[in-house]
C-alpha cells in the first residue's frame, strides 16, 4: 500500500505541488468570478438566460462613453509610466553602480504606504491655499492667483503615473538586465552612434520588459478606484459606476454586467499586448 | 522518525484542514455578532451596547465592521442562517430589507425600551426596526475663511454660485448622498421627491466652485487644506473636530432644516434570540446618553437627559426634517443615474 502510494505521489508530483495553489485559485478566484458572471445573465424574475442588461449598457451612449473614458484613461497612464520608467530603469541597471540598492528602496518604498495617505498627500500639497499654490502665488509671485489642481484630469493621471511607475521601472529592469551588453558595444564598433545603438540595438531586446510594464500598469488603472474617487479627475470609469452600483444604488446584477465587461476589456487588452509585443520578434 | 518535506506538507495540509473545520461559520449559540461602523463608532458600540450587554447576559458580543450594504447584502446571501444577528443600517436600507421581508417584528414586548422611542421612527422601518440615533446634515464651514456663512440652503447656493465659497460637498459614490444632499437642498429649493429639477439646476449653477468629497475624512481634508471654504457636511461629525482641538471649524443646521440622517437598529429573521436583549440596551435611556457624549449626535430615546455640552449642540428633533426614506428609495436609483448624466461620479 505505501509503495503504492509512493509511486503515485513520485509519477504526479508535478501536478501534487501545483494542487494547493490551483485549488485556492479556483475556489477564491474563479468560482466567484463565474457566479458574478452569472448573475449578470439572470433575468429580472424567474429563472433563465438574459443578454438584456449588455443590450442596454452597450447601446447607451453614457455607458459606452465610460468605458472609452475606463480604456483611454488606463492606456494613458501606462503609456506615461513607461516613458517615465525607461529612463530610471536604465540608470538603475546601467549607471547606478553600488547606489542600485539604494535606487530599488526608493523605488519600492513608496508602495509600503497605504495608496489612501499618498492620495491624501496629493490633496494636501496641490489644495487652492496647498503649499504648491502657496509656492506659486506668495513665495514666487508667479502666479496672480492660486489655481484649481484638484479635480482635474491632469492630477488624477500624474497620481495615478506616481502609485504606478514603480511596477513600469522594476518589469523594465528585469529585462534591460539580462541584455548582453556586447551586443551595443559591437554596434558602437560597427559604428553606430550610442543613439542609434540604443533605438536599434537595445531597444527592440527590451520590449518585453516594456510590453509587461505597460500590461501590469494597464491592468492596475484599469480597475484603480481610490485615486480616482479621491482626487477626481472628473473621470467617468467602470470601477466608480461598480462601486457605485453596490454602495448606492445596490444593483448588484448591473454591477456584474460592469465587471464582466471591465474583465473583458481587460482580457482582451492583454491578448491584444502579447500580440503586439510579439510581433516585435521578442 | 525522520521529517521530510511530504511529510512536513502532509501534516500542514491536515493541520488546516482541521483548524478550518473548527472555524465558527455561523454565531455560535451564547455568542453575538454586532455590526459597528469604524473608528470612534466601534469603540462606542463596543462601551455603550455590548458592556452591558455581556454583563447582563453572559453572553459575548463580537463587532463586525462595515457598512449597511454590505451587511445587508450578507444578510440576503443567506437569510436562513444570517453571519449577523444585529444590523446597524442607514434608513433607506432599513426600509428595504423590511420591504424583503428580511427582518423580525421589533415590538414592546421583546424590547421594552422601544416604548419610550417616538412610534415614527419604528413605523419609518415598516415596524422592522428602529431608529436610536440622529444627526442633521448642514453646513460645516472653516471660520477662518468664512466670516458670513449662508444661514440657509438657499443663501448656500447663492454664495457658491457668485463664487463668494468653493464649498466641498458629497459625491455621489458616498452611500447617504441621495438622502442627507440631494433631497434635502432639492426640498429647501422647492422640490418634491417626484421633481428633482431644482436641486439639479442649483448643482449647474454652482458647478465651477464645487468639489466633491468621497467619504467624511474628505471633507476634513477639503477644510483642512484649504481646498473648500465650507461644504454640506453632519453636525456630529463636526463637533468631533471641534472636541479633538479644531477650533477653526462650526456647523449651522440650515433655517429650512437639515436632513435627520438616522441610523436605524434591526434584526434579521433567524437570528439569535440574544439579538432582543442587545437591541433593548442600544435602546436604553442611559447607555443612549453615553452614546451621544461619545459621538456628538442625537440619540431617539425620549428620557434621555444630554449634558449640558450636548445639549447646546444636538438639534432637536422638530428644528430637522425627516426625510421620506420610503419614497426615496422609489426613485432613488433614477437621482443616481441622472446625477451621473449630469454631474458626473
Known amino acids: ?282 | 522518525m525522520k521529517l521530510n518535506r511530504r511529510h512536513f506538507l502532509g501534516a500542514s495540509a491536515a493541520t488546516g484542514l482541521a483548524g478550518l473545520s473548527g472555524l465558527p461559520l455561523r454565531a455560535q449559540e451564547n455568542v453575538l455578532n454586532v455590526t459597528a461602523y469604524g473608528g470612534v463608532w466601534e469603540q462606542a458600540i463596543r462601551d455603550c451596547f455590548v458592556a452591558p450587554f455581556e454583563a447582563k447576559t453572559g453572553a459575548t458580543g463580537t463587532v463586525s465592521l462595515g457598512g449597511p450594504a454590505q451587511w445587508l447584502a450578507q444578510v440576503e446571501a443567506n437569510p436562513e442562517n444570517p453571519p449577523l444577528d444585529v444590523l446597524i443600517m442607514t434608513p433607506d436600507l432599513a426600509v428595504i430589507a423590511a420591504e424583503g421581508d428580511l427582518m423580525d417584528d421589533f415590538t414592546v414586548e421583546k424590547l421594552p425600551n422601544l416604548a419610550d422611542i417616538p412610534q415614527e421612527f419604528t413605523d419609518a422601518c415598516l415596524g422592522k426596526g428602529t431608529y436610536f440615533d440622529y444627526g442633521v446634515g448642514g453646513i460645516t464651514y472653516n471660520k477662518q475663511y468664512v466670516s458670513e456663512p449662508p444661514k440657509s440652503f438657499a443663501a448656500f447656493v447663492e454664495g457658491v454660485a457668485a463664487g463668494d465659497f468653493i464649498a466641498s460637498v458629497p459625491s455621489i459614490s458616498y452611500g447617504p448622498t441621495p438622502v442627507f444632499f440631494l433631497w434635502a437642498l432639492n426640498n429647501a429649493l422647492g422640490g418634491t421627491v417626484d421633481n428633482v429639477d431644482p436641486f439639479f439646476e442649483a448643482m449647474a449653477k454652482m458647478k465651477d466652485n464645487l468639489v466633491f468629497w468621497a467619504g467624511p475624512n474628505d471633507f476634513f481634508n477639503h477644510l483642512a487644506s484649504g481646498e473648500a471654504d465650507l461644504g454640506i457636511y453632519f453636525d456630529g461629525r463636526t463637533w468631533n473636530h471641534v472636541d479633538e482641538g479644531v477650533d477653526w471649524i462650526d456647523f449651522i443646521n440650515p433655517e429650512e432644516g437639515g436632513a435627520m440622517t438616522t441610523v436605524a437598529v434591526q434584526k434579521p429573521k433567524h437570528a439569535s434570540p440574544l439579538a432582543w436583549d442587545y437591541i433593548n440596551e442600544m435602546l436604553d435611556p442611559v447607555n443612549q446618553s453615553k452614546f451621544a457624549d461619545i459621538l456628538n449626535y442625537g440619540v431617539t430615546n425620549k428620557k434621555v437627559q444630554y449634558s449640558e455640552k450636548l445639549a447646546a449642540r444636538v438639534p432637536s428633533m422638530s428644528d430637522a426634517i425627516l426625510p421620506p426614506y420610503a419614497e426615496i428609495a422609489r426613485v432613488r436609483n433614477e437621482w443616481v443615474d441622472r446625477w451621473n448624466r449630469e454631474i458626473g461620479m
Open chain 1, 1 to 282: 500500500m505505501s509503495d503504492t502510494v509512493s509511486s503515485f505521489a513520485a509519477r504526479h508530483r508535478r501536478s501534487l505541488l501545483l494542487a494547493p495553489a490551483l485549488i485556492f485559485l479556483a475556489v477564491f478566484f474563479v468560482m466567484p468570478l463565474f457566479d458574478n458572471s452569472l448573475r449578470s445573465f439572470a433575468p429580472e424574475e424567474g429563472s433563465g438566460f438574459t443578454l438584456a442588461r449588455y443590450a442596454a449598457f452597450l447601446t447607451d451612449r453614457f455607458y459606452l462613453g465610460v468605458i472609452v473614458e475606463t480604456v483611454v484613461l488606463s492606456a494613458a497612464v501606462a503609456a506615461i509610466s513607461v516613458v517615465i520608467a525607461y529612463p530610471v530603469a536604465y540608470v538603475l541597471v546601467r549607471k547606478s553602480g553600488r547606489f542600485s540598492g539604494m535606487i530599488v528602496f526608493m523605488l519600492i518604498a513608496p508602495l509600503l504606504t497605504s495608496i489612501i495617505m499618498r492620495t491624501f498627500g496629493w490633496q494636501v500639497l496641490f489644495a487652492r491655499r496647498g503649499l504648491v499654490n502657496q509656492w506659486l502665488v506668495q513665495d514666487l509671485g508667479i502666479l496672480d492667483a492660486p489655481l484649481r489642481w484638484l479635480n482635474t484630469p491632469g492630477l488624477a493621471i500624474a497620481a495615478l503615473v506616481h502609485v504606478l511607475v514603480p511596477f513600469a521601472v522594476l518589469s523594465i529592469a528585469s529585462v534591460l538586465q539580462g541584455v548582453d551588453r556586447r551586443l551595443e558595444e559591437g554596434a558602437l564598433m560597427l559604428g553606430a552612434s550610442r543613439w542609434r545603438a540604443f533605438r536599434e540595438v537595445t531597444l527592440p531586446l527590451t520590449m518585453d520588459g516594456i510590453g509587461t510594464g505597460a500590461i501590469l500598469v494597464f491592468m492596475i488603472a484599469n480597475g484603480s478606484f481610490v485615486t480616482l474617487v479621491l482626487l477626481g479627475g472628473g473621470f467617468q470609469t467602470l470601477p466608480l459606476l461598480i462601486y457605485q452600483q453596490f454602495n448606492t444604488t445596490r444593483d448588484f446584477a448591473l454591477a456584474s454586467t460592469m465587471s464582466t465587461i471591465l474583465l473583458v476589456i481587460a482580457v482582451g487588452c492583454l491578448w491584444l499586448q502579447l500580440r503586439l509585443v510579439r510581433r516585435q520578434g521578442v
